[in-house]
């Protein structure tokens, strides 16, 4: 169902609609964006998680990015079948595996970070890039608080 030109008056003081709404919009213009880098909006996530913070299992990624254990696994199939990340064994348990990314995969992820930056702004079009800043900031501490 496409969403309505405008947003109704009686929703638009609803946190709810709006951060839904915008939430729609976002992922599908990230996943435009990201469409030439040849990553999807999660895979894009697990890359910059991987890169930020180092190798990690599969079932710490999971968690990090909140997402349950068959995404997950979905998510680093595609990264690996892709050659964006690769398995190797976890130093000290051999039944543990650390996800790890690949030049490629680095390489992907700057292109788009670049792609994400891009889409975040035509999405906020009508904020100063103070203004998106803080709005992030603010999302984030509410999220953080939860």
Known sequence: MPEPAEIPE????????????????SLALEADALAPVGTGVKQHAALAVLADEGPMSQQELGQRLGIDRTTVVAVVDALEDSGLV????????RRSYLVTP?????????????????????????????????????????????
């Open 10 to 25: 009686s929703l638009q003081r609803r946190l709810s609609y709006v951060l839904g709404r915008l939430h729609r919009r």
């Open 86 to 93: 690769e398995r190797t064994r976890a130093p000290g348990d």
């Open 102 to 146: 690949t030049r490629k995969g680095k390489d992907a992820l700057r292109s788009g970070r670049r792609a994400v930056r891009d889409a975040e702004r035509a999405l906020l079009k009508g904020l100063g890039a103070q203004e998106r800043r803080t709005l992030t900031e603010l999302l984030a501490r509410a999220l953080a608080a939860q």
